[in-house]
């Protein structure tokens, strides 16, 4: 049964007489199962009534009858929880967790379930339209509610719907494309779920373009901005400083944990364009002395530092000079407990702090580098640039517009890759 075919359809007495229409269905949410339908909206004269569905004697998209003669004159209130699918849902847009993308609902089927009615699948085709009249084709492509997070914009719903479990699903540059495309109150929806994982929501700002980013730190509060930042990587946390009104700027530094504001004014100290602008300052070094086993224990229990930076190990002197750098492979591949300036490379690729962010490019690309130190004058580790970085502030603006490539479908009797999966491996020596 379909909404479209239940809205405005006469909503009739035991007897036959209309007592009124049908203005809306009221569903109640269910968790990750289906919403139950718990009743109707109807319209008697000039009032929007609650009709539970317990009094419907028959629904169907041809006939709405009640089982007596009675309704509830009472104007309707929604309640905490409720869901109204022609008001919430009917062309208003959802996001579609599959394919991470705002798609529009322009029907609602709801079909009989063992204790009732309950939201089964949304239509998101757009209808035809043929001389001004709506036409459907037949079969109605519906695809499965729970394949979907509405965005409701009912503030008493939010804590029903469980803070947007299937959101979770995503990665942050997904949820990052969904607030560049939402309207602004689609964007606050998705903002007031995603905040309640401090690491999510500082993963989407570090993922968002720089407008739609402030637009939305314009919205929050000194001390909101600060928390946002506070859980950034330092160089993104620099640059979403740099790019506040200057009015906010010192307010938010001044609120942010000592730590992090030592490593933004650092990162500030550089032009935004050069090696030192566009560095971490979080990375990993130990003493040219330590053993193999004791840098891979220093990696492993690195949770707090980007997994780029733990490409590579830093051996550095008592001093802090960076003597040598080893990759996590040559780490792997070496005997635990060889000493570590053993197996570095004692004349690393390294820049200064000033070195243009094209020049690093280069520099990477010629040496297939994942990461490249950056040292001052008498060689101090100050920060690792990772290919990320290069790669986020090389890529031309016009590009990150480009709608990214469709996934590889995958043929539904393909076999999947963890059954009856033969492993070769190389022969012993």
Same mark, same amino acid.
């Given at each position: 049964?379909?909404?479209?075919?239940?809205?405005?359809?006469?909503?009739?007495?035991?007897?036959?007489?209309?007592?009124?229409?049908?203005?809306?269905?009221?569903?109640?949410?269910?968790?990750?199962?289906?919403?139950?339908?718990?009743?109707?909206?109807?319209?008697?004269?000039?009032?929007?009534?609650?009709?539970?569905?317990?009094?419907?004697?028959?629904?169907?998209?041809?006939?709405?009858?009640?089982?007596?003669?009675?309704?509830?004159?009472?104007?309707?209130?929604?309640?905490?929880?409720?869901?109204?699918?022609?008001?919430?849902?009917? %062309?208003?847009?959802?996001?579609?967790?599959?394919?991470?993308?705002?798609?529009?609902?322009?029907?609602?089927?709801?079909?009989?379930? %063992?204790?009732?009615?309950?939201?089964?699948?949304?239509?998101?085709?757009?209808?035809?339209?043929?001389?001004?009249?709506?036409?459907?084709?037949?079969?109605?492509?519906?695809?499965?509610?729970?394949?979907?997070?509405?965005?409701?914009?009912?503030?008493?719903?939010?804590?029903?719907?469980?803070?947007?479990?299937?959101?979770?699903?995503?990665?942050?540059?997904?949820?990052?494309?969904?607030?560049?495309?939402?309207?602004?109150?689609?964007?606050?929806?998705?903002?007031?779920?995603?905040?309640?994982?401090?690491?999510?929501?500082?993963?989407?700002?570090?993922?968002?373009?720089?407008?739609?980013?402030?637009?939305?730190?314009?919205?929050?509060?000194?001390?909101?901005?600060?928390?946002?930042?506070?859980?950034?990587?330092?160089?993104?946390?620099?640059?979403?400083?740099?790019?506040?009104?200057?009015?906010?700027?010192?307010?938010?530094?001044?609120?942010?944990?000592?730590?992090?504001?030592?490593?933004?004014?650092?990162?500030?100290?550089?032009?935004?364009?050069?090696?030192?602008?566009?560095?971490?300052?979080?990375?990993?070094?130990?003493? %040219?002395?330590?053993?193999?086993?004791?840098?891979?224990?220093?990696?492993?229990?690195?949770?707090?530092?980007?997994?780029?930076?733990?490409?590579?190990?830093?051996?550095?002197?008592?001093?802090?000079?960076?003597?040598?750098?080893?990759?996590?492979? %040559?780490?792997?591949?070496?005997?635990?407990?060889?000493?570590?300036?053993?197996?570095?490379?004692?004349?690393?690729?390294?820049?200064?702090?000033?070195?243009?962010?094209?020049?690093?490019?280069?520099?990477?690309?010629?040496?297939?580098?994942?990461?490249?130190?950056?040292?001052?004058?008498?060689?101090?580790?100050?920060?690792?640039?990772?290919?990320?970085?290069?790669?986020?502030?090389?890529?031309?603006?016009?590009?990150?517009?480009?709608?990214?490539?469709?996934?590889?479908?995958?043929?539904?009797?393909?076999?999947?890759?963890?059954?009856?999966?033969?492993?070769?491996?190389?022969?012993?020596?």
């Amino acid at each position: 049964m379909h909404l479209s075919a239940l809205l405005a359809r006469q909503l009739l007495s035991p007897s036959g007489e209309g007592i009124g229409k049908v203005d809306d269905v009221i569903v109640r949410l269910n968790g990750g199962d289906y919403p139950i339908v718990r009743g109707l909206v109807a319209k008697v004269g000039r009032r929007r009534v609650f009709v539970p569905i317990g009094r419907v004697a028959e629904l169907s998209e041809q006939r709405v009858a009640l089982a007596k003669a009675k309704v509830d004159l009472r104007s309707f209130e929604r309640r905490d929880g409720e869901v109204l699918l022609r008001e919430d849902i009917l %062309g208003h847009r959802l996001i579609d967790v599959a394919d991470a993308e705002l798609v529009r609902a322009w029907d609602v089927e709801l079909r009989s379930a %063992g204790e009732g009615w309950v939201v089964s699948c949304l239509d998101t085709r757009r209808p035809a339209r043929l001389l001004g009249l709506v036409r459907r084709s037949s079969g109605h492509p519906c695809q499965d509610w729970k394949a979907f997070e509405p965005l409701i914009g009912h503030a008493q719903s939010v804590r029903i719907r469980a803070g947007f479990g299937r959101l979770g699903r995503l990665k942050p540059a997904q949820i990052a494309d969904l607030l560049e495309d939402a309207s602004r109150t689609e964007g606050e929806e998705i903002l007031d779920a995603v905040h309640a994982d401090p690491e999510l929501e500082a993963d989407v700002f570090e993922e968002l373009d720089p407008d739609t980013a402030n637009r939305l730190l314009g919205d929050k509060t000194d001390a909101e901005v600060a928390d946002v930042i506070a859980h950034m990587r330092a160089d993104d946390a620099a640059d979403a400083l740099a790019d506040l009104p200057q009015s906010r700027r010192q307010k938010v530094l001044d609120l942010l944990p000592l730590g992090a504001r030592t490593k933004v004014l650092t990162l500030l100290g550089f032009n935004a364009t050069s090696a030192g602008g566009i560095m971490g300052v979080d990375f990993l070094a130990a003493p %040219g002395n330590a053993t193999v086993g004791e840098a891979l224990r220093r990696i492993r229990l690195a949770e707090n530092v980007q997994p780029e930076a733990l490409m590579t190990m830093h051996a550095v002197d008592p001093a802090g000079r960076l003597i040598g750098t080893v990759t996590v492979i %040559g780490l792997l591949q070496a005997d635990p407990e060889a000493c570590l300036i053993d197996v570095i490379d004692a004349d690393p690729v390294r820049v200064a702090a000033g070195t243009d962010v094209v020049d690093v490019t280069l520099l990477m690309a010629d040496y297939n580098l994942m990461t490249v130190p950056v040292v001052d004058a008498r060689n101090h580790l100050l920060g690792v640039v990772t290919v990320d970085d290069v790669l986020e502030a090389t890529i031309p603006e016009d590009w990150r517009r480009r709608e990214p490539p469709a996934r590889p479908e995958q043929a539904e009797d393909q076999q999947a890759p963890d059954e009856d999966l033969t492993i070769i491996s190389a022969p012993e020596r």
